[in-house]
């Protein structure tokens, strides 16, 4: 789970879970790749896959870039991330005052979430890959 502030750089990567309710370390990753950007991709017992962003379309056909050697990502106190790679996406909810984390799911989606103060329940207000 990547927190607001916190620094998420090359060498670093978020790892999904087993299952629900299992939290022994899971078969998805969202990491910057050899090719200095960010992907999900399955790394299972038996193969690895590439699954987003569009494994159809060019790096530069998805709006992103290569170019970038010091591969970093933030997520900002309003919910806005970018990264060095040109990536950039917005909590749904944007606003300073709301608790967030960006999490791969076992099932290999990458979320952001907010926390409702009321509900005191974490809603998803973006997603790497539409349900």
Known sequence: TLLPQQLFTRSKRLISR????NYAAGYF???FDNDNVLKLMYDGP?????YWSDVDNTIFGNGRT???SNRVTSLDDVGRFSSSDQLEFSASDLGLGIKRRLTIDYDGNLRLYSLNYVTSLWKI???AVLQ
Do not use: Q, V
């Not at 087993?18 to 309710?21: A, E, Q, S, V």
């Not at 038996?46 to 590439?50: G, H, I, P, V």
């Open 18 to 21: 087993l299952g629900n309710g």
């Open 29 to 31: 990753i969202f990491c």
């Open 46 to 50: 038996d193969s690895s896959s590439l």
């Open 66 to 68: 290569s170019y970038n």
């Open 125 to 127: 207000t973006w997603e």
